[in-house]
């Protein structure tokens, strides 16, 4: 299985500003994706990460307010921008390995915002 | 369209007690069906899966589930209890035909233990 390490862990923001979430991945993962998890509710997904060009997102979800990037097999980030208080959420990094079903996810960023 | 339904948001059962965590699913396919536990402040971790084949699987911490394709369910169970089990469990499934990687989850139950 994978080791996936996600920072910060969590964060306090102010509205309007943008905050970036780190997700490491221990070794090469085919595919990563970004779930956010709004309090006492599923996951959704946000986006496909993709080595090297644009990510693909999901109904409901956009590049501007959701900056992705993936610059090589083991790392990703995702920014969200110009923040409010329906933001606040669990995010959550997650990775394959190809030929593998089962999903890895990191420990989460628990971001709120004020 | 895919999804997944957890019925239950809640389940409260005794240390030692036999425990079933219920999930169905509806598919436009085959179904590849996993679960998921989340304890708190921790993110998502890999419990079983159920692929192909024998439609009793095994998984992690003494848990295991039952596929049935007739019900189109994959409930959790587990046949005595642990305090420690006490967490937020998820059911998701993923679609081979459509070609997607990701996960659809359901809405997640929380099991508590009783002591």
């Known amino acids: 299985s994978a080791v996936i390490s996600q920072k910060p862990s969590r964060d306090i923001c102010q509205r309007g500003t943008s905050l970036t979430i780190q997700c490491q991945v221990d070794?090469?993962?085919?595919?990563m994706f970004w779930y956010r998890q709004q309090p006492g509710q599923s996951l959704t997904l946000i986006a496909t990460?993709?080595?090297?060009?644009?990510?693909?997102?999901e109904s409901g979800f956009v590049i501007d307010k959701f900056p992705i990037s993936r610059p090589n097999l083991t790392f990703s980030t995702l920014t969200v921008s110009n923040m409010s208080p329906e933001d606040s959420s669990i995010y959550l990094c997650?990775?394959?390995?190809?030929?593998?079903?089962?999903?890895?996810f990191g420990q989460g960023t628990r971001l709120t915002v004020v | 369209a895919q999804s997944v339904a957890q019925p239950e948001d809640q389940v409260n059962v005794a240390e030692g007690n036999p425990l079933t965590v219920k999930c169905t699913y509806s598919v436009s396919g085959n179904p590849y069906l996993f679960w998921y536990v989340q304890y708190p402040n921790r993110g998502l971790q890999f419990l079983l899966k159920?692929?192909?084949?024998?439609?009793l699987v095994k998984g992690s911490y003494g848990f295991e589930a039952e596929f049935n394709k007739s019900q189109t369910s994959f409930h959790l169970k587990k046949p005595s209890a642990l305090v420690s089990d006490s967490a937020l469990y998820f059911c998701a499934v993923r679609v081979v035909q459509t070609g997607a990687n990701n996960l659809f989850f359901g809405t997640g139950t929380r099991l508590t233990v009783i002591p």
């Open positions: 070794s090469q993962v085919t595919m």
């Open positions: 997650s990775g394959s390995y190809q030929g593998h079903t089962e999903a890895f």
């Open positions: 159920y692929i192909t084949g024998d439609n």
């Open positions: 990460a993709n080595q090297g060009s644009e990510a693909t997102y």
